[in-house]
Every structure is written in structure tokens, then in C-alpha cells.
């Protein structure tokens, strides 16, 4: 059977639930919710849980590391199921686009996200797809509070819309690949002020599939 791992990243402590850092948290838990499942097993150094569909063999990961380490949750489960990078899929927030925006890649570096860093390291491989999930731009903000700094209100509708939005990504990857999930949502933005500029078909470009 065809498998694939999904890992949405994050931190675990309470006081991080809602911050921008917790994004891939919060958007493998709509996927879980679409799928009917319910990650809450203690396996592979993270949350877990597994389920098929249309006949594929899912299994979500939440890493429990914290954030830094995620990579070693990752290859944890990617090594004991024997996955191999291009059928792994991570879910993860990105400072470079605004609240309402995401992109999908292929593969690629990490960009300067801690997280994808240690995945990479940890697998010997960047070459997973990925779900990059805008959570607004620092500007001349501290890096670090930003992260770990929760959404303004106004934002806080957008994402959730975002969140959904990254978990069809996610499926999607696996239903009709790379470069047509990424023609699908790179171009989308779900910020209220552009609702008359949402997705079109034929937005990916050259820089996208590059990167």
C-alpha cells in the first residue's frame, strides 16, 4: 500500500498554542479532522495517529520536540515505516508571506526555518514537499517574538481559512502531485482586503517551481 507521512510543526507547551510558530500544528489538525482522525498517540517523539484513504496509508505526525528538533520526530517515523522523502509532506509556518497566503514546493532549502533545517539534516534529504503557510512578515519586528507571537485579531478568521486551505494542499499533493497542487494554491490569497483576487489557474511561476 501506497503511504505517505504528513507532519505538521510546531511547539508543544500550551503557552504556544496560538502563536504564528504553531501554524503546521493547527493545519494538520483540520486535516486531521477532515480524515476523522485523531492525533493523540505518544510515538516517534511526537503526537501520532494513522488512517487510509483512497486507499493510501496516511500517517500525521505533530512533533513534540519543540521546534528546533522537529527532524528527529520526522525521520523517527519516516524511518521505522520506511518513507522516503519524496512521499514525506510537512506543513509549516513562513515569515516571507503575509496572513492569507501559502506555498507549495517540491523541495528546496530551509530558507532560514529552524525546523525544515533539522528535517533536512535529519533525513539527509530536502527533497519532501512542503506547505509553507504565511503568517505575516516581521518587518522590523524581533524574529523570535514574532514567531512566538500570537495573531492579531483581524488576522485570526484568515487563518483559519489558511489552515484549511493547507490541508487540501497536503491531500492534494498526494492526489495530483507537486506542480499542479502548486498551480492550485501559490496563487491564492485568502486575506479579506484581496477576496476579488483569489486563486487562479496558471499563477504558478518559474521562481516558484525553482525554489
Same mark, same amino acid.
Given at each position: 500500500?501506497?503511504t505517505y507521512l504528513i507532519a505538521?510543526?510546531?511547539?508543544?507547551?500550551?503557552? $504556544?498554542?496560538?502563536?504564528?510558530?504553531?501554524?503546521?500544528?493547527?493545519?494538520?489538525?483540520?486535516?486531521? =479532522?477532515?480524515? %476523522?482522525?485523531?492525533?493523540?498517540?505518544?510515538?516517534?517523539?511526537?503526537?501520532?495517529?494513522?488512517?487510509?484513504?483512497?486507499? #493510501?496509508?496516511?500517517?500525521?505526525?505533530?512533533?513534540?520536540?519543540?521546534?528546533?528538533?522537529?527532524?528527529?520526530?520526522?525521520?523517527?517515523?519516516?524511518?521505522?515505516?520506511?518513507?522516503?522523502? !519524496?512521499?514525506? #509532506?510537512?506543513?509549516?509556518? !513562513?515569515?516571507?508571506? =503575509?496572513? %492569507?497566503r501559502m506555498r507549495v514546493r517540491?523541495?528546496?532549502?530551509?530558507?532560514?526555518?529552524?525546523?525544515?533545517?533539522?528535517?533536512?539534516?535529519?533525513?539527509?534529504?530536502?527533497?519532501?514537499?512542503?506547505?509553507?503557510?504565511?503568517?505575516?512578515?516581521?518587518?522590523?519586528?524581533d524574529m523570535i517574538s514574532h514567531?512566538?507571537?500570537?495573531?492579531?485579531?483581524?488576522?485570526?478568521?484568515?487563518?483559519?481559512?489558511?489552515?484549511?486551505?493547507?490541508?487540501?494542499?497536503?491531500?492534494?499533493? #498526494?492526489?495530483?502531485?507537486?506542480?499542479?497542487?502548486?498551480?492550485? $494554491?501559490?496563487?491564492?490569497?485568502?486575506?479579506?482586503?484581496?477576496?476579488?483576487?483569489?486563486?487562479?489557474?496558471?499563477?504558478?511561476?518559474?521562481?516558484?517551481?525553482?525554489?
Amino acid at each position: 500500500m501506497e503511504t505517505y507521512l504528513i507532519a505538521g510543526l510546531g511547539n508543544p507547551d500550551k503557552k $504556544y498554542e496560538e502563536t504564528r510558530h504553531n501554524a503546521g500544528f493547527r493545519a494538520i489538525d483540520r486535516l486531521a =479532522e477532515k480524515l %476523522g482522525a485523531d492525533i493523540k498517540e505518544n510515538k516517534f517523539k511526537g503526537l501520532y495517529t494513522q488512517t487510509v484513504r483512497n486507499g #493510501i496509508k496516511l500517517h500525521l505526525l505533530k512533533p513534540q520536540t519543540y521546534m528546533n528538533l522537529s527532524g528527529e520526530a520526522v525521520s523517527a517515523a519516516a524511518s521505522f515505516y520506511k518513507i522516503e522523502p !519524496d512521499h514525506i #509532506i510537512i506543513l509549516f509556518d !513562513d515569515v516571507n508571506f =503575509e496572513c %492569507g497566503r501559502m506555498r507549495v514546493r517540491g523541495s528546496g532549502s530551509a530558507g532560514g526555518h529552524n525546523g525544515i533545517k533539522n528535517i533536512i539534516a535529519q533525513l539527509g534529504s530536502d527533497g519532501f514537499p512542503r506547505v509553507r503557510i504565511g503568517v505575516g512578515d516581521k518587518a522590523n519586528k524581533d524574529m523570535i517574538s514574532h514567531v512566538l507571537g500570537k495573531f492579531e485579531a483581524a488576522d485570526r478568521e484568515t487563518m483559519e481559512k489558511v489552515y484549511a486551505a493547507a490541508a487540501d494542499a497536503a491531500l492534494s499533493i #498526494i492526489d495530483n502531485g507537486v506542480a499542479e497542487t502548486m498551480n492550485r $494554491y501559490n496563487g491564492l490569497n485568502l486575506a479579506p482586503a484581496d477576496e476579488a483576487v483569489k486563486h487562479t489557474p496558471g499563477q504558478t511561476t518559474s521562481s516558484d517551481v525553482q525554489e
